[in-house]
């Protein structure tokens, strides 16, 4: 019997969620497939009442797409990248505690701010994020949100159960280089070792999903840099249409991939650099063509190439310039 619970429209949105999350966060299928299942649970109303609709929590060293996979999730179920985002790393001491709730009557505080800028934009996730840096106290009353009522500074109770609560914490990033090499099982029962000694077990009990973001082999990089690359290019294309009154396509070659995972790729903080390094040298070359007169309108387009002298040489519809 078709389930009349959901729209149409709606239910192809979470049926979808799994191989969108897949796809926007490469080589991590088995966190965020977890991702997926524990979010569409909640989505569907299978939570208990008076909760959050999820309490999960993602762990692994940085740069592996923990948070990349949280923004991607509220992009697919909401259609925002609105989050509501508490770092731990600003709540290092117990004091810090009344910029959550407010100091006084009538203030909202930063909780209560946040959520409701959430609200307002559509979307429907509360991430706090490096919860390993909070202090011990903080991180306890973070995780006190499960029971989805909280009393702010002003008297008012703020419901959280039409949200999902997402931790993130780098724990296990310390040893991720020994670590690079090792069958995902392995990592992952290093991390979730590392995990228990830095929470108490009652702590991660109180999660409905513990997710392991393990390290990103060398194909995976490859296609992560291709990934950013062809997204910033497409960037690039927009910028160029609205200069030149007509489209201008940019290619990337394979090359350049490689020379971007070079140049970006940190063996311990990750693709987070990566980013940086694509935007910097694709917007490079191209800001470096328009100065020389190279890209102009009337342009058709260009193709971006590894200069075998070093960085990157853009091939023009009228002629190659060296970048």
């Known amino acids: 019997m078709q389930d009349q619970r959901l729209p149409g429209d709606r239910r192809a949105v979470l049926a979808g969620l799994r191989a969108h999350l897949r796809g926007a966060v490469l080589g ?4 965020t ?6 979010l569409l649970a909640g989505e569907l109303g299978h939570t208990p009442p008076g909760r959050p609709r999820s309490l999960l929590l993602l762990l692994g ?24 985002r508490v770092n731990g790393a600003e709540f290092a001491a117990a004091e810090r505690v009344p910029l959550l709730l407010g100091a006084r009557a009538g203030e909202a505080g930063l909780l209560g701010a946040q959520v409701a800028r959430l609200r307002a934009a559509g979307g429907r996730i509360l991430l706090l994020d490096e919860l390993e840096k909070a202090h011990p106290g903080v991180a306890d009353y973070l995780l006190g949100l499960e029971e989805a009522a909280v009393t702010l500074a002003s008297g008012e109770t703020l419901d959280l159960s039409d949200l999902h609560l997402v931790a993130t914490s780098n724990v296990g990033a310390s040893g991720a280089l020994e670590l690079a090499g090792l069958p995902r099982a392995s990592l992952r029962r290093y ?6 000694a830095q929470f108490r077990p009652e702590v991660l009990a109180r999660f409905t999903a513990v997710l392991v973001f393990g390290h990103l082999g060398r194909e995976v990089q490859v296609r992560i840099a291709r990934q950013l690359a062809e997204a910033e290019a497409a960037y690039q294309e927009q910028v ?21 995972l070079a140049e970006g790729w940190h063996r311990r903080l990750g693709a987070r650099p990566l980013r940086h390094a694509v935007e910097r040298r694709i917007r490079g070359a191209l800001v470096a063509a328009e100065l020389r007169g190279a890209l102009v309108p009337g342009v058709a387009g260009c193709r971006l190439v590894a200069d075998p002298a070093g960085g990157v040489r853009a091939a023009l519809s009228r002629w190659p310039v060296t970048l």
């Open 191 to 196: 991390v979730e070792q590392e995990a228990a």
């Open 33 to 38: 497939d977890g991702l997926a299942e524990a």
């Open 240 to 260: 160029l249409a609205r200069a030149f009154g007509h489209p201008c396509r940019i290619e990337v070659a394979e090359e350049v991939h490689h020379r971007l």
């Open 61 to 84: 060293p940085t740069g592996t797409g923990k948070t990349s996979a949280v923004a991607a999730a509220s992009r697919h179920l909401f259609g925002t990248d609105a989050i509501a």
């Open 28 to 31: 991590q299928a088995e966190a």
